[in-house]
Protein backbone atom coordinates (compact mmCIF):
# COMPACT_ATOMS: atom_id res chain seq x y z
CA UNK A 1 0.00 0.00 0.00
CA UNK A 2 1.46 3.44 -0.75
CA UNK A 3 1.84 5.38 2.31
CA UNK A 4 1.00 9.64 2.17
CA UNK A 5 4.98 9.70 3.57
CA UNK A 6 6.44 7.83 0.59
CA UNK A 7 8.67 10.59 -0.79
CA UNK A 8 10.93 7.73 -3.09
CA UNK A 9 9.84 8.62 -6.85
CA UNK A 10 11.41 6.15 -9.18
CA UNK A 11 13.64 7.51 -11.67
CA UNK A 12 12.03 8.41 -15.42
CA UNK A 13 13.86 8.99 -18.49
CA UNK A 14 12.85 12.35 -20.15
CA UNK A 15 10.23 12.62 -22.63
CA UNK A 16 11.66 13.13 -26.29
CA UNK A 17 8.74 14.68 -27.64
CA UNK A 18 8.85 17.38 -25.45
CA UNK A 19 10.18 20.80 -26.92
CA UNK A 20 12.24 22.10 -23.98
CA UNK A 21 13.54 18.79 -23.78
CA UNK A 22 15.02 18.51 -27.47
CA UNK A 23 16.17 22.44 -27.27
CA UNK A 24 18.32 20.93 -23.79
CA UNK A 25 19.52 18.00 -25.73
CA UNK A 26 20.68 20.38 -28.64
CA UNK A 27 22.03 22.96 -26.65
CA UNK A 28 24.05 20.44 -24.48
CA UNK A 29 25.59 18.82 -27.20
CA UNK A 30 26.76 21.74 -29.15
CA UNK A 31 28.01 23.18 -25.84
CA UNK A 32 29.70 20.31 -25.30
CA UNK A 33 31.41 20.04 -29.31
CA UNK A 34 32.47 23.83 -28.60
CA UNK A 35 34.10 23.10 -25.30
CA UNK A 36 35.71 20.01 -26.83
CA UNK A 37 37.12 22.47 -30.08
CA UNK A 38 37.79 25.42 -27.70
CA UNK A 39 40.02 23.12 -26.02
CA UNK A 40 41.94 21.22 -29.02
CA UNK A 41 42.94 24.40 -30.15
CA UNK A 42 45.39 27.13 -29.59
CA UNK A 43 43.17 30.40 -30.43
CA UNK A 44 39.70 31.22 -30.15
CA UNK A 45 39.14 32.08 -34.00
CA UNK A 46 40.63 28.41 -34.46
CA UNK A 47 38.63 26.97 -31.85
CA UNK A 48 35.39 28.36 -33.39
CA UNK A 49 36.39 27.40 -36.81
CA UNK A 50 37.04 24.17 -35.62
CA UNK A 51 33.69 23.70 -33.96
CA UNK A 52 32.10 25.20 -36.87
CA UNK A 53 33.73 22.69 -39.10
CA UNK A 54 32.50 19.89 -36.20
CA UNK A 55 29.39 20.97 -36.48
CA UNK A 56 28.35 20.60 -39.50
CA UNK A 57 29.10 16.71 -39.60
CA UNK A 58 27.26 16.71 -36.03
CA UNK A 59 24.33 18.17 -36.64
CA UNK A 60 22.35 15.97 -38.95
CA UNK A 61 23.45 13.07 -36.52
CA UNK A 62 21.72 14.67 -33.86
CA UNK A 63 18.29 15.71 -36.07
CA UNK A 64 18.58 12.21 -36.85
CA UNK A 65 19.01 11.36 -33.62
CA UNK A 66 16.52 13.64 -31.90
CA UNK A 67 13.97 12.06 -34.36
CA UNK A 68 14.91 8.12 -33.54
CA UNK A 69 14.20 8.74 -29.60
CA UNK A 70 10.68 10.70 -30.79
CA UNK A 71 9.21 8.13 -32.50
CA UNK A 72 10.84 5.90 -29.29
CA UNK A 73 10.10 7.73 -26.79
CA UNK A 74 7.03 5.62 -25.91
CA UNK A 75 9.13 2.05 -25.92
CA UNK A 76 11.41 3.22 -23.84
CA UNK A 77 9.44 4.78 -21.08
CA UNK A 78 8.05 1.40 -20.56
CA UNK A 79 11.47 0.25 -19.97
CA UNK A 80 13.01 -0.10 -16.29
CA UNK A 81 14.59 3.70 -15.64
CA UNK A 82 18.32 1.66 -16.40
CA UNK A 83 17.04 -0.32 -18.84
CA UNK A 84 16.25 2.75 -20.57
CA UNK A 85 19.55 4.49 -20.56
CA UNK A 86 20.90 1.71 -21.59
CA UNK A 87 18.49 1.51 -24.36
CA UNK A 88 19.08 5.75 -25.13
CA UNK A 89 23.27 5.46 -24.93
CA UNK A 90 22.89 1.84 -27.49
CA UNK A 91 20.68 3.95 -29.76
CA UNK A 92 22.33 6.81 -30.52
CA UNK A 93 25.89 4.58 -30.61
CA UNK A 94 24.53 2.75 -33.23
CA UNK A 95 22.93 5.99 -34.93
CA UNK A 96 26.73 7.33 -34.90
CA UNK A 97 28.53 4.57 -36.13
CA UNK A 98 25.74 4.17 -38.79
CA UNK A 99 25.99 8.18 -39.54
CA UNK A 100 29.85 7.87 -39.62
CA UNK A 101 30.15 4.94 -41.76
CA UNK A 102 27.72 6.77 -44.36
CA UNK A 103 29.72 10.09 -44.27
CA UNK A 104 32.76 8.19 -44.77
CA UNK A 105 31.71 6.85 -47.85
CA UNK A 106 30.85 10.06 -49.53
CA UNK A 107 33.70 12.14 -47.99
CA UNK A 108 36.33 10.24 -46.35
CA UNK A 109 38.28 12.68 -45.08
CA UNK A 110 35.67 14.91 -43.87
CA UNK A 111 34.97 12.95 -41.23
CA UNK A 112 36.62 12.16 -37.39
CA UNK A 113 37.84 8.89 -36.68
CA UNK A 114 34.97 6.34 -35.18
CA UNK A 115 36.23 6.34 -32.47
CA UNK A 116 36.29 10.16 -31.53
CA UNK A 117 32.88 10.10 -33.03
CA UNK A 118 31.80 7.37 -30.50
CA UNK A 119 33.29 8.76 -27.61
CA UNK A 120 32.12 12.31 -28.15
CA UNK A 121 28.69 10.37 -28.63
CA UNK A 122 28.94 8.35 -25.23
CA UNK A 123 30.20 11.42 -23.12
CA UNK A 124 27.19 13.34 -24.31
CA UNK A 125 24.52 11.17 -23.99
CA UNK A 126 26.08 10.81 -20.29
CA UNK A 127 26.33 14.18 -19.19
CA UNK A 128 22.41 15.27 -20.83
CA UNK A 129 21.11 11.80 -18.87
CA UNK A 130 22.82 12.48 -15.83
CA UNK A 131 21.89 16.08 -16.39
CA UNK A 132 17.73 15.09 -16.67
CA UNK A 133 18.58 12.45 -13.93
CA UNK A 134 19.36 15.54 -11.54
CA UNK A 135 16.65 18.16 -12.66
CA UNK A 136 14.13 15.65 -12.39
CA UNK A 137 15.53 15.22 -8.64
CA UNK A 138 15.49 18.87 -7.96
CA UNK A 139 11.31 18.86 -8.93
CA UNK A 140 10.14 15.48 -7.12
CA UNK A 141 10.04 16.68 -3.59
CA UNK A 142 7.17 19.09 -5.34
CA UNK A 143 5.21 15.76 -5.45
CA UNK A 144 5.63 14.59 -2.18
CA UNK A 145 4.42 18.10 -1.05
CA UNK A 146 1.41 18.16 -3.47
CA UNK A 147 -0.33 15.21 -1.69
CA UNK A 148 0.62 16.88 1.86
CA UNK A 149 -0.91 19.89 0.85
CA UNK A 150 -3.79 17.99 -0.81
CA UNK A 151 -4.09 16.23 1.63
CA UNK A 152 -4.00 18.74 4.17
CA UNK A 153 -6.54 20.38 2.03
CA UNK A 154 -8.81 18.09 2.29
CA UNK A 155 -8.71 17.48 5.92
CA UNK A 156 -8.54 21.16 6.19
CA UNK A 157 -10.75 20.61 9.28
CA UNK A 158 -13.32 23.73 7.68
CA UNK A 159 -13.84 20.86 4.60
CA UNK A 160 -13.93 17.85 6.13
CA UNK A 161 -16.02 18.60 9.65
CA UNK A 162 -18.82 20.73 7.52
CA UNK A 163 -18.88 18.39 5.30
CA UNK A 164 -19.70 15.34 7.72
CA UNK A 165 -22.23 18.06 9.25
CA UNK A 166 -23.60 18.60 5.74
CA UNK A 167 -24.78 14.95 5.79
CA UNK A 168 -25.58 13.90 9.01
CA UNK A 169 -28.18 16.73 8.31
CA UNK A 170 -29.08 14.48 4.79
CA UNK A 171 -29.49 11.37 6.51
CA UNK A 172 -33.16 11.42 8.07
CA UNK A 173 -34.51 13.66 5.06
CA UNK A 174 -32.97 11.94 2.22
CA UNK A 175 -30.90 8.72 3.10
CA UNK A 176 -30.30 8.37 -0.95
CA UNK A 177 -28.84 11.86 -1.21
CA UNK A 178 -26.50 11.47 2.02
CA UNK A 179 -25.29 8.06 0.83
CA UNK A 180 -24.06 9.54 -2.41
CA UNK A 181 -22.46 12.54 -0.66
CA UNK A 182 -20.05 10.03 1.20
CA UNK A 183 -19.48 8.20 -1.95
CA UNK A 184 -18.17 11.36 -3.31
CA UNK A 185 -16.51 11.89 -0.05
CA UNK A 186 -14.47 8.93 -0.65
CA UNK A 187 -14.05 9.34 -3.98
CA UNK A 188 -12.09 12.07 -2.76
CA UNK A 189 -10.15 11.00 -0.62
CA UNK A 190 -9.34 8.17 -2.50
CA UNK A 191 -7.96 10.15 -5.41
CA UNK A 192 -5.66 12.26 -2.82
CA UNK A 193 -4.26 8.73 -1.45
CA UNK A 194 -3.32 7.94 -4.84
CA UNK A 195 0.29 8.09 -6.67
CA UNK A 196 0.72 11.95 -7.61
CA UNK A 197 3.55 10.35 -10.37
CA UNK A 198 1.06 8.83 -12.84
CA UNK A 199 -0.88 11.07 -15.25
CA UNK A 200 -4.63 10.93 -15.38
CA UNK A 201 -7.43 11.51 -18.06
CA UNK A 202 -9.03 14.60 -18.26
CA UNK A 203 -11.94 12.73 -18.14
CA UNK A 204 -11.30 11.27 -14.70
CA UNK A 205 -10.13 14.58 -13.13
CA UNK A 206 -13.39 16.16 -14.33
CA UNK A 207 -15.48 13.47 -12.81
CA UNK A 208 -13.57 14.41 -9.56
CA UNK A 209 -14.50 17.97 -9.99
CA UNK A 210 -17.60 16.97 -10.22
CA UNK A 211 -17.70 14.85 -7.19
CA UNK A 212 -16.04 17.26 -5.08
CA UNK A 213 -18.87 20.67 -6.62
CA UNK A 214 -21.62 18.18 -5.30
CA UNK A 215 -19.96 18.04 -1.85
CA UNK A 216 -20.21 22.14 -1.83
CA UNK A 217 -23.11 22.24 -3.18
CA UNK A 218 -24.96 20.45 -0.99
CA UNK A 219 -23.17 22.59 2.45
CA UNK A 220 -23.72 25.93 0.32
CA UNK A 221 -26.71 25.65 -1.68
CA UNK A 222 -27.93 28.57 -3.65
CA UNK A 223 -24.84 30.41 -2.65
CA UNK A 224 -22.41 28.19 -5.00
CA UNK A 225 -23.35 28.48 -8.63
CA UNK A 226 -20.66 26.81 -10.94
CA UNK A 227 -21.02 26.93 -14.93
CA UNK A 228 -19.19 24.46 -16.54
CA UNK A 229 -18.21 25.02 -20.53
CA UNK A 230 -17.11 21.08 -20.84
CA UNK A 231 -17.77 21.05 -24.56
CA UNK A 232 -14.79 21.61 -26.33
CA UNK A 233 -12.72 19.27 -23.14
CA UNK A 234 -10.69 16.39 -24.78
CA UNK A 235 -11.56 13.61 -22.25
CA UNK A 236 -8.70 11.54 -23.40
CA UNK A 237 -5.79 14.55 -22.97
CA UNK A 238 -3.55 13.42 -20.03
CA UNK A 239 -2.43 15.75 -16.86
CA UNK A 240 -0.81 15.08 -13.91
CA UNK A 241 -3.20 14.83 -10.53
CA UNK A 242 -4.91 16.91 -8.48
CA UNK A 243 -4.33 20.25 -10.59
CA UNK A 244 -7.90 21.57 -11.13
CA UNK A 245 -9.29 20.09 -8.34
CA UNK A 246 -7.47 22.32 -5.98
CA UNK A 247 -8.21 24.96 -7.98
CA UNK A 248 -11.52 24.76 -8.09
CA UNK A 249 -11.54 24.44 -4.23
CA UNK A 250 -9.37 28.04 -3.94
CA UNK A 251 -12.26 29.53 -5.74
CA UNK A 252 -15.02 28.09 -3.73
CA UNK A 253 -12.90 28.95 -0.30
CA UNK A 254 -11.68 32.65 -1.59
CA UNK A 255 -14.48 33.42 -3.69
CA UNK A 256 -17.65 31.94 -2.47
CA UNK A 257 -17.90 31.61 0.97
CA UNK A 258 -16.84 34.63 2.00
CA UNK A 259 -19.36 36.46 0.30
CA UNK A 260 -23.07 36.94 1.40
CA UNK A 261 -24.69 36.27 -1.78
CA UNK A 262 -24.61 33.91 -4.91
CA UNK A 263 -20.84 33.37 -6.04
CA UNK A 264 -21.11 32.45 -9.32
CA UNK A 265 -17.57 29.65 -10.42
CA UNK A 266 -16.79 29.37 -14.40
CA UNK A 267 -14.62 26.03 -15.22
CA UNK A 268 -14.20 26.19 -18.59
CA UNK A 269 -11.89 23.44 -20.23
CA UNK A 270 -11.06 22.76 -24.11
CA UNK A 271 -8.91 22.10 -26.84
CA UNK A 272 -7.43 24.90 -28.96
CA UNK A 273 -4.78 22.82 -31.37
CA UNK A 274 -2.61 20.93 -29.79
CA UNK A 275 -3.02 22.42 -26.82
CA UNK A 276 -5.26 22.30 -23.66
CA UNK A 277 -6.67 25.03 -21.60
CA UNK A 278 -8.29 25.40 -18.68
CA UNK A 279 -9.55 28.38 -16.58
CA UNK A 280 -11.43 28.49 -13.27
CA UNK A 281 -13.03 32.05 -12.50
CA UNK A 282 -14.40 33.68 -9.20
CA UNK A 283 -15.86 36.65 -7.52
CA UNK A 284 -12.68 38.42 -6.47
CA UNK A 285 -13.94 39.28 -2.83
CA UNK A 286 -11.80 42.19 -0.40
CA UNK A 287 -13.08 39.60 2.15
CA UNK A 288 -11.59 36.81 0.46
CA UNK A 289 -8.06 37.03 0.97
CA UNK A 290 -6.93 35.15 -2.18
CA UNK A 291 -3.39 34.92 -0.24
CA UNK A 292 -0.86 33.40 0.95
CA UNK A 293 -2.48 29.68 1.54
CA UNK A 294 -3.72 29.77 -2.48
CA UNK A 295 -0.07 31.10 -3.45
CA UNK A 296 0.86 27.82 -1.99
CA UNK A 297 -1.15 25.70 -3.89
CA UNK A 298 -0.37 27.75 -7.02
CA UNK A 299 3.19 27.67 -6.60
CA UNK A 300 3.09 23.56 -6.10
CA UNK A 301 1.01 23.07 -9.26
CA UNK A 302 3.36 25.01 -11.18
CA UNK A 303 6.00 22.97 -9.89
CA UNK A 304 4.49 19.84 -11.15
CA UNK A 305 3.66 21.50 -14.08
CA UNK A 306 7.12 22.31 -15.14
CA UNK A 307 7.63 18.43 -13.93
CA UNK A 308 5.44 16.47 -16.14
CA UNK A 309 5.72 19.24 -18.81
CA UNK A 310 8.88 20.75 -18.76
CA UNK A 311 8.51 24.52 -20.16
CA UNK A 312 5.57 23.66 -22.27
CA UNK A 313 3.05 24.03 -19.63
CA UNK A 314 2.11 27.76 -18.16
CA UNK A 315 -0.19 28.54 -15.42
CA UNK A 316 -1.11 32.33 -14.99
CA UNK A 317 -3.51 34.33 -12.10
CA UNK A 318 -5.55 37.54 -13.45
CA UNK A 319 -7.59 39.83 -11.90
CA UNK A 320 -10.20 41.83 -13.64
CA UNK A 321 -13.61 42.91 -13.04
CA UNK A 322 -13.71 41.71 -9.98
CA UNK A 323 -13.23 38.36 -11.20
CA UNK A 324 -10.27 36.07 -10.03
CA UNK A 325 -9.30 33.35 -12.90
CA UNK A 326 -6.67 31.05 -12.56
CA UNK A 327 -5.86 29.94 -15.92
CA UNK A 328 -3.48 26.90 -17.26
CA UNK A 329 -1.61 25.92 -20.65
CA UNK A 330 -0.83 22.52 -21.00
CA UNK A 331 0.42 20.17 -24.38
CA UNK A 332 -1.93 18.00 -25.49
CA UNK A 333 -1.31 14.31 -24.74
CA UNK A 334 -3.36 11.60 -25.60
CA UNK A 335 -3.67 8.54 -23.12
CA UNK B 1 -38.73 26.59 27.50
CA UNK B 2 -35.62 27.70 26.41
CA UNK B 3 -35.83 30.19 23.37
CA UNK B 4 -32.74 29.83 20.89
CA UNK B 5 -31.60 31.61 17.99
CA UNK B 6 -29.70 29.80 15.28
CA UNK B 7 -26.90 31.70 13.34
CA UNK B 8 -25.12 29.51 10.82
CA UNK B 9 -24.37 30.39 6.96
CA UNK B 10 -24.59 26.76 5.72
CA UNK B 11 -28.61 25.46 5.30
CA UNK B 12 -27.93 21.95 6.13
CA UNK B 13 -25.91 22.92 10.09
CA UNK B 14 -28.73 24.66 10.47
CA UNK B 15 -31.44 21.83 10.29
CA UNK B 16 -28.92 19.33 11.93
CA UNK B 17 -28.75 21.62 15.23
CA UNK B 18 -32.80 21.73 15.11
CA UNK B 19 -33.05 18.60 14.44
CA UNK B 20 -31.08 17.87 17.37
CA UNK B 21 -32.77 20.10 19.61
CA UNK B 22 -35.34 17.81 18.92
CA UNK B 23 -33.90 15.03 19.75
CA UNK B 24 -32.92 16.18 23.25
CA UNK B 25 -37.07 18.04 23.55
CA UNK B 26 -37.47 15.94 26.44
CA UNK B 27 -34.20 16.88 27.96
CA UNK B 28 -34.24 20.20 27.48
CA UNK B 29 -37.41 21.31 26.65
CA UNK B 30 -36.74 24.60 23.62
CA UNK B 31 -38.25 26.37 20.50
CA UNK B 32 -36.33 28.37 17.54
CA UNK B 33 -36.98 31.75 17.86
CA UNK B 34 -35.43 32.59 14.75
CA UNK B 35 -32.56 32.16 12.27
CA UNK B 36 -29.89 33.55 10.52
CA UNK B 37 -27.40 33.29 7.74
CA UNK B 38 -24.82 35.66 8.68
CA UNK B 39 -23.88 38.29 11.13
CA UNK B 40 -25.73 40.99 9.68
CA UNK B 41 -28.85 39.35 9.22
CA UNK B 42 -28.79 37.68 13.20
CA UNK B 43 -28.09 41.34 14.15
CA UNK B 44 -31.43 42.52 12.50
CA UNK B 45 -33.62 39.74 13.81
CA UNK B 46 -32.12 38.81 17.23
CA UNK B 47 -33.92 41.94 19.36
CA UNK B 48 -37.19 40.60 17.54
CA UNK B 49 -36.75 37.01 18.40
CA UNK B 50 -36.50 37.28 22.54
CA UNK B 51 -33.86 34.31 22.62
CA UNK B 52 -32.32 33.52 25.47
CA UNK B 53 -29.54 31.40 24.34
CA UNK B 54 -27.83 32.11 20.53
CA UNK B 55 -26.08 29.20 18.57
CA UNK B 56 -23.68 31.06 16.51
CA UNK B 57 -21.39 29.60 13.87
CA UNK B 58 -17.88 31.54 13.70
CA UNK B 59 -17.16 31.31 9.82
CA UNK B 60 -19.68 33.51 8.50
CA UNK B 61 -19.86 35.54 5.51
CA UNK B 62 -20.65 39.72 6.16
CA UNK B 63 -19.56 39.43 9.71
CA UNK B 64 -18.05 36.55 11.38
CA UNK B 65 -19.63 35.13 14.93
CA UNK B 66 -17.02 36.35 17.43
CA UNK B 67 -17.70 39.92 16.01
CA UNK B 68 -21.24 39.95 16.11
CA UNK B 69 -21.40 38.00 19.64
CA UNK B 70 -19.65 41.60 20.67
CA UNK B 71 -22.25 43.89 19.21
CA UNK B 72 -24.84 41.51 21.33
CA UNK B 73 -23.53 43.56 24.65
CA UNK B 74 -25.35 47.17 22.92
CA UNK B 75 -28.83 44.74 23.58
CA UNK B 76 -31.17 44.91 26.72
CA UNK B 77 -32.07 41.08 27.10
CA UNK B 78 -28.83 39.85 25.24
CA UNK B 79 -29.01 36.09 24.80
CA UNK B 80 -26.02 33.84 26.15
CA UNK B 81 -23.74 32.85 23.71
CA UNK B 82 -22.92 29.18 22.53
CA UNK B 83 -20.34 29.09 19.28
CA UNK B 84 -20.39 26.30 16.91
CA UNK B 85 -17.44 25.22 15.17
CA UNK B 86 -16.02 22.88 12.54
CA UNK B 87 -12.61 23.63 14.01
CA UNK B 88 -11.24 26.85 14.26
CA UNK B 89 -7.75 26.48 15.88
CA UNK B 90 -7.57 29.79 17.12
CA UNK B 91 -10.92 30.26 18.04
CA UNK B 92 -11.16 27.47 19.99
CA UNK B 93 -7.59 28.37 22.25
CA UNK B 94 -9.12 31.98 22.88
CA UNK B 95 -12.71 30.33 23.61
CA UNK B 96 -10.83 28.20 26.01
CA UNK B 97 -8.76 30.90 27.80
CA UNK B 98 -11.70 32.54 28.38
CA UNK B 99 -14.14 30.96 29.55
CA UNK B 100 -16.38 31.03 26.20
CA UNK B 101 -18.89 28.27 25.60
CA UNK B 102 -18.24 26.28 22.18
CA UNK B 103 -19.18 23.22 20.18
CA UNK B 104 -17.78 21.37 17.58
CA UNK B 105 -19.29 20.37 14.61
CA UNK B 106 -20.33 17.64 13.73
CA UNK B 107 -22.43 18.63 17.41
CA UNK B 108 -23.18 15.73 19.78
CA UNK B 109 -26.66 15.71 21.19
CA UNK B 110 -25.80 14.78 24.54
CA UNK B 111 -22.93 17.80 24.55
CA UNK B 112 -25.91 20.32 22.71
CA UNK B 113 -28.16 19.85 26.04
CA UNK B 114 -25.11 20.33 28.55
CA UNK B 115 -24.10 23.30 26.83
CA UNK B 116 -27.81 24.42 26.77
CA UNK B 117 -28.43 23.87 30.37
CA UNK B 118 -25.35 25.59 31.36
CA UNK B 119 -25.71 28.24 28.98
CA UNK B 120 -29.95 28.61 29.76
CA UNK B 121 -29.42 31.15 33.30
CA UNK B 122 -26.24 32.58 32.22
CA UNK B 123 -26.93 35.62 30.02
CA UNK B 124 -24.16 37.08 28.07
CA UNK B 125 -20.73 36.95 27.60
CA UNK B 126 -19.00 39.55 29.00
CA UNK B 127 -17.47 41.94 26.48
CA UNK B 128 -13.92 42.11 27.63
CA UNK B 129 -14.12 38.07 27.59
CA UNK B 130 -15.19 37.98 24.01
CA UNK B 131 -12.51 41.27 22.96
CA UNK B 132 -10.01 38.86 23.93
CA UNK B 133 -10.66 36.08 22.38
CA UNK B 134 -11.50 37.86 18.58
CA UNK B 135 -8.36 37.69 16.42
CA UNK B 136 -9.11 40.80 14.67
CA UNK B 137 -10.63 44.37 15.28
CA UNK B 138 -14.14 44.22 14.35
CA UNK B 139 -15.52 45.65 11.01
CA UNK B 140 -18.46 47.47 12.62
CA UNK B 141 -19.04 50.03 15.62
CA UNK B 142 -22.48 49.21 17.27
CA UNK B 143 -24.59 51.66 18.46
CA UNK B 144 -28.23 50.85 20.57
CA UNK B 145 -31.57 52.61 19.41
CA UNK B 146 -34.63 51.64 20.72
CA UNK B 147 -34.87 48.19 20.10
CA UNK B 148 -32.25 47.72 17.80
CA UNK B 149 -28.72 47.83 17.00
CA UNK B 150 -27.11 49.99 14.17
CA UNK B 151 -23.90 49.37 12.96
CA UNK B 152 -21.64 52.23 11.93
CA UNK B 153 -18.46 50.30 9.92
CA UNK B 154 -15.43 51.07 10.72
CA UNK B 155 -13.98 52.62 7.00
CA UNK B 156 -16.55 54.90 7.33
CA UNK B 157 -15.74 56.46 10.83
CA UNK B 158 -13.06 59.81 10.48
CA UNK B 159 -12.45 60.12 13.84
CA UNK B 160 -13.74 58.93 17.70
CA UNK B 161 -13.48 61.35 20.38
CA UNK B 162 -13.65 60.67 23.98
CA UNK B 163 -16.66 63.28 25.72
CA UNK B 164 -17.64 62.80 29.15
CA UNK B 165 -19.11 59.70 29.59
CA UNK B 166 -18.97 58.53 25.98
CA UNK B 167 -17.33 58.25 22.77
CA UNK B 168 -18.39 60.10 19.79
CA UNK B 169 -18.39 58.49 16.47
CA UNK B 170 -17.85 60.49 13.80
CA UNK B 171 -18.40 59.38 9.81
CA UNK B 172 -19.23 62.23 6.85
CA UNK B 173 -22.58 62.41 7.40
CA UNK B 174 -23.51 62.27 11.51
CA UNK B 175 -21.99 60.94 14.77
CA UNK B 176 -23.16 58.68 17.09
CA UNK B 177 -22.74 57.89 20.84
CA UNK B 178 -21.08 54.64 21.82
CA UNK B 179 -20.64 54.08 25.59
CA UNK B 180 -16.75 52.21 25.30
CA UNK B 181 -13.33 53.03 26.23
CA UNK B 182 -11.18 55.33 24.33
CA UNK B 183 -8.25 53.37 25.60
CA UNK B 184 -9.62 49.98 24.52
CA UNK B 185 -10.65 51.61 21.04
CA UNK B 186 -7.38 52.40 20.76
CA UNK B 187 -6.06 49.24 21.57
CA UNK B 188 -8.21 47.54 19.13
CA UNK B 189 -8.11 50.33 16.34
CA UNK B 190 -4.36 51.56 15.87
CA UNK B 191 -2.60 48.46 16.35
CA UNK B 192 -1.01 46.70 13.03
CA UNK B 193 -3.96 44.39 12.66
CA UNK B 194 -6.10 46.94 12.00
CA UNK B 195 -7.76 47.22 8.34
CA UNK B 196 -8.67 50.52 8.65
CA UNK B 197 -6.02 51.88 10.92
CA UNK B 198 -6.57 54.83 13.44
CA UNK B 199 -4.02 57.02 15.05
CA UNK B 200 -3.98 59.40 18.58
CA UNK B 201 -4.00 62.34 17.58
CA UNK B 202 -4.95 63.73 21.02
CA UNK B 203 -5.44 62.81 24.52
CA UNK B 204 -8.98 62.68 23.73
CA UNK B 205 -8.93 61.94 20.14
CA UNK B 206 -8.38 58.67 17.60
CA UNK B 207 -8.27 59.98 13.68
CA UNK B 208 -8.50 57.85 10.83
CA UNK B 209 -5.59 57.33 8.83
CA UNK B 210 -7.25 57.46 5.71
CA UNK B 211 -9.56 60.37 6.48
CA UNK B 212 -6.34 62.72 6.63
CA UNK B 213 -5.92 65.30 4.09
CA UNK B 214 -3.52 67.16 5.93
CA UNK B 215 -2.23 69.82 8.41
CA UNK B 216 -2.94 73.27 9.05
CA UNK B 217 -0.78 75.72 11.05
CA UNK B 218 -2.92 77.68 14.12
CA UNK B 219 -2.22 80.20 16.18
CA UNK B 220 0.91 82.62 16.66
CA UNK B 221 1.42 85.63 18.66
CA UNK B 222 0.66 85.71 21.56
CA UNK B 223 -0.85 81.80 21.89
CA UNK B 224 1.84 79.17 21.00
CA UNK B 225 0.84 77.69 17.56
CA UNK B 226 -0.08 74.32 17.11
CA UNK B 227 -1.14 71.69 14.12
CA UNK B 228 -4.58 70.86 13.12
CA UNK B 229 -5.75 67.86 11.52
CA UNK B 230 -8.23 68.89 8.35
CA UNK B 231 -10.65 66.13 7.53
CA UNK B 232 -11.65 64.24 4.16
CA UNK B 233 -15.27 65.91 3.84
CA UNK B 234 -15.27 67.89 6.87
CA UNK B 235 -15.07 71.59 7.90
CA UNK B 236 -14.06 70.75 11.86
CA UNK B 237 -10.45 70.70 12.45
CA UNK B 238 -9.03 68.58 15.45
CA UNK B 239 -6.22 69.83 17.51
CA UNK B 240 -2.97 67.53 17.42
CA UNK B 241 -1.44 67.60 20.77
CA UNK B 242 2.28 68.56 21.18
CA UNK B 243 3.34 65.30 22.54
CA UNK B 244 1.39 63.38 19.76
CA UNK B 245 2.62 65.63 16.81
CA UNK B 246 5.27 63.92 15.85
CA UNK B 247 3.69 60.97 16.23
CA UNK B 248 1.20 61.66 13.44
CA UNK B 249 3.44 63.48 11.36
CA UNK B 250 5.52 60.22 11.32
CA UNK B 251 2.73 58.07 10.57
CA UNK B 252 1.15 60.26 7.75
CA UNK B 253 4.30 60.82 6.25
CA UNK B 254 4.73 57.21 5.41
CA UNK B 255 1.30 56.77 4.38
CA UNK B 256 0.70 54.86 0.91
Not at chain 1, 160 to 179: C, G, Q
Not at chain 2, 71 to 85: D, R
Not at chain 2, 122 to 150: D, F
Not at chain 2, 201 to 227: M, P, S, Y
Request: net charge neutral; hydrophobic share 50%; charged share 25%.
Amino acid sequence: MPSIRQTAYPDVLPDFRNLAVMARVLVGVNALALAGALYATPSLPAGLERFVYAAAFLEPLLLVELMVLFAATGVLARLPYWAGCAAVVALVSMLAALYHLGVRTVAADAVPSLGRTLALTLVAAGVLLAYFYLHTKAFSPALAEARLQALQARIRPHFLFNSLNAVLALIRRDPKRAERSLEDLADLFRTLMADARQFVRLADEIALLERYADIEQLRLGERLRITWELDASPSDALLPPMVLQPLLENAVYHGVEPGTGTGDVLVRIERRGDRVHASIENPHLEAGGQRAGNRMALDNIRERLALFFDAEARLETHIANGRYRVHIEIPYRRA
Amino acid sequence: MIRIFIADDETPARERLRELLQDIAAEVPSTVAGEARNGIEALERLPASGAQVLLLDIRMPGMDGLELARHLANLENAPAVVFVTAHDKHAIEAFELNALDYLLKPVRAARLAAALKKAAGAGAPRRESLARAAAAPREYLSVAERHRIVLVPVRDILFLRAEQKYVTVRTREREHLIEESLVALEREFCGPQATHPFVRIHRNCLVARAGIRGFERTGGGDEEAHWQVVLDGLAERLPVSRRQWPAVRELVADRP
